[in-house]
Structures are given as structure tokens and as C-alpha cells.
């Protein structure tokens, strides 16, 4: 099975190379493979919108394979939400990942946040070799850390804390992660169909 996934996202390149152990005959490539792609703008306005513009603008070069394209992000209730489809440009079109989370802080004390429930949200959507759009999705809910910790993972990985834990992602892990995150959610839910 050749699977082509529509990030540059190295994290989460990782994290899918985990995920989809299983499949023992899977190939993964990524858009960083065609030295001629170029991205299109995600205007969508929904996580399931871009991962749509995704997916397709892949597609449209990438014909009889299996493409997989995935929009994800942060929602922060006391930010009313924030910075949910934003999250990869919160604190500016080329932010890095440490520069986000310290505008997100930042934005958590300039008027103090009492309610630090977040949830990262993940919309996934998959073309089948013969054109078919399959739709997955995956949420996990948490609290926002008041200071970042650990060095695992990426984006605002640091920040999060899971329900029913005391430490970030960034502390717990791969491991973790592919059992619980947003995104493992999706893909088991993939998985699930493939065998279907
Ligand atoms: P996207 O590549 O446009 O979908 O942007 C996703 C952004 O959301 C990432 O750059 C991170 O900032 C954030 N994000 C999504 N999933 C995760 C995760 O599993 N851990 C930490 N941050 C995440």
C-alpha cells in the first residue's frame, strides 16, 4: 500500500509512521517527496475544509494511490476557541513551535484566563486509490500548563496536559500519544476501515 500524506509536518510525519505500524506492506511518502509541489493557501474555514484543500491539491498530482490529508489544532475555551485552525501561524505565517506557545501564554495572562480547558481537535480525509473521500476525526481534551515542559513531540505539545494526567505531552510521549491523541483517534478510525 502507498500512502502519500499532504504535511511537511515532520511531527506528524512520525507520529503516522507509528500510528500505521500495522500495515506491513505500507509505503509512506510525503509531499516534501515531489520537488515541484507547491501548497496551496489553507482558507478554509473549517479544520475539515483545509484538510480537504489538502488532500485534494495532492491528489490532483498524485493519481491511483492512497492520499491522506489532515488538518489539526489547539482550542483553548478561555480564548474562545483560539487559536483552533490558526494554531500552525498563531504568533505569525513562519512561527516557530516555541514562538506559539509563548504568544499563547501570553494571551493566557494579558487578561488572566481562568478556564484553561483546551482540546486538540484532528480532521482527517483520505482518497482511496479508485477516488473515493473518506472522513475521520479525533479529539482529546486537557487543560492548558501554565509554563512549558518536556521535550518530546512538537507544537504545543509542552503545554498540554491530557485528562486525567499531571504531565504534558511533550513529558509522556510517542507512546502515549499513539494511543490517545486527537490524531491516533483518527487513524484507528481509518484502520478500522481499511479492514472493514
Ligand atoms: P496544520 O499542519 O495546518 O494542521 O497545523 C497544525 C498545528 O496545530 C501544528 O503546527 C501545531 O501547532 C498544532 N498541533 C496539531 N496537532 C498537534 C499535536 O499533536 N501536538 C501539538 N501541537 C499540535
Same mark, same amino acid.
Given at each position: 500500500m502507498e500512502l502519500w500524506l499532504a504535511t511537511g509536518n515532520k511531527g506528524k510525519v512520525n507520529e503516522y509512521k507509528i500510528g500505521l505500524k500495522e500495515l506491513a506492506d505500507l509505503k509512506i511518502f510525503t509531499q516534501a517527496d515531489i520537488p515541484s509541489f507547491t501548497p496551496r493557501p489553507e482558507d478554509g474555514k473549517t479544520f475539515l475544509e483545509n484538510a480537504q484543500i489538502?488532500?485534494?491539491?495532492?491528489?490532483?498530482?498524485?493519481?491511483?494511490v492512497w492520499v491522506l490529508g489532515e488538518d489539526s489544532g489547539l482550542e483553548v475555551e478561555g480564548l474562545n476557541n483560539l487559536p483552533g485552525?490558526?494554531?500552525?501561524?498563531?504568533?505569525?505565517?513562519?512561527?516557530? &513551535?516555541s514562538e506559539n506557545i509563548a504568544k499563547l501564554l501570553k494571551m493566557m495572562t494579558i487578561r488572566p484566563i481562568a478556564n484553561r480547558k483546551a482540546r486538540f481537535v484532528c480532521s482527517t480525509v483520505v482518497f482511496t486509490p479508485d477516488g473515493a473521500e473518506w472522513h475521520f476525526d479525533g479529539?482529546?481534551?486537557?487543560?492548558?500548563?501554565?509554563?512549558?515542559?518536556?521535550?518530546?513531540? $512538537?507544537?504545543? &505539545?509542552?503545554?498540554?496536559?491530557?485528562?486525567?494526567?499531571?504531565?504534558?505531552?511533550?513529558?509522556?510521549?510517542?507512546? $502515549?500519544?499513539?494511543?490517545?491523541?486527537h490524531r491516533a483517534q483518527a487513524l484507528k478510525a481509518f484502520l478500522e476501515k481499511l479492514k472493514a
Open positions: 489538502k488532500a485534494r491539491t495532492l491528489k490532483a498530482v498524485k493519481s491511483g485552525i490558526h494554531s500552525a501561524r498563531y504568533a505569525g505565517p513562519k512561527a516557530a &513551535d479529539v482529546m481534551n486537557g487543560t492548558i500548563s501554565t509554563k512549558p515542559v518536556g521535550q518530546l513531540g $512538537f507544537g504545543y &505539545d509542552p503545554v498540554f496536559i491530557p485528562e486525567g494526567q499531571t504531565q504534558t505531552l511533550a513529558e509522556l510521549g510517542p507512546g $502515549f500519544k499513539n494511543q490517545h491523541s
